[in-house]
């Protein structure tokens, strides 16, 4: 496929509302991963849960906003959801032999060290714009009682100029599993519940993106204070390349 052709699809891509735009199928390596390596550390190692992914939309550009307790969160959280998630990740990383092709394959995607707060959400709504959805932790660093305590207009802002919408999503129990702190793993049960989407703000005024954002806030720390989850089953993989969501 020429040049010419790529570049007049992409505009015809994006000239769609990013969250009417077909998500993009998920890669060998991405399966593979999810099969071999995060399924059982999650579901195994970690007992891990979830509830609420009737509340995942199956396509088109969507924020996923989290709270951040661990180093785990992100590839816990992409393949608990059933969809890819992007994430950006330290340029230098992607330069790592097998390890960079490994997390660009699951859809994570560079920014520099030291670039600024704009660069880094252009980079991020390029990934809306393609159909992803894309992770944000709303705190933008671990907490560690893995609450959302400082919530940034980010994961708000992102939303508000792709006009897509939000959806909070609570990881439970990562920070003890391996928080800040340095106390190493432990192997405690991690779940995940999965909110209700909250539409873009109304603008990008400064209100809108507060009140935008103190609903995730408010959303998470709710999904938190119901503890892990109780009596569930796991269920059978629903499609290739996404963890089997629990009943």
């Keep these: 496929m020429s040049g010419r052709v790529k570049r007049l699809l992409r505009r015809r891509r994006r000239a769609e509302p990013p969250a ?11 399966r593979l991963i999810s099969y071999l390596l995060v399924f059982p550390v999650f579901r195994v190692l970690f007992r891990g849960r979830t509830a609420g992914n009737a509340n995942v939309p199956r396509e088109g550009a969507l924020v996923v906003v989290a709270n951040h307790g661990s180093h ?26 097998l390890l960079g ?21 252009r980079t991020a709504t390029d990934r809306l714009e393609e159909g992803w ?38 990881i439970i129990n990562s920070n003890r599993a391996l928080g800040p702190g ?18 873009p703000p109304a603008s990008r005024r400064r209100p809108d993106l507060e009140a935008a954002t103190r ?24 499609r290739a390349g996404a963890l089997p969501p629990s009943p």
């Design 215 to 238: 609903a995730c806030q408010e959303q998470i720390n709710a999904l938190l204070d119901q503890g892990l989850i109780q009596g569930r089953r796991l269920a059978p993989a629903s």
């Design 182 to 199: 340095g106390q190493g793993l432990r192997l405690v049960p991690v779940h995940i519940r999965i909110g209700t989407p909250i539409p």
């Design 20 to 30: 009417l735009i077909r998500t993009p199928r998920p890669s060998l390596t991405y």
């Design 72 to 97: 785990l969160d992100p590839p816990l959280l992409g393949h608990a959801l059933g969809r890819p998630v992007a994430f950006m990740a330290k340029a230098e990383l992607f330069r790592v032999p």
């Design 133 to 170: 959805a894309t992770g944000v932790f709303i705190d933008g660093t671990r907490q560690r009682d893995g609450r959302v305590n400082h919530p940034q207009p980010g994961a708000a802002l992102l939303a508000a100029r792709a006009g897509v919408p939000m959806l909070p999503v609570a």
């Design 101 to 121: 092709p490994i997390i660009r394959a699951c859809g994570a995607y560079p920014v520099a060290r030291g670039a600024s707060d704009r660069e880094a959400i």
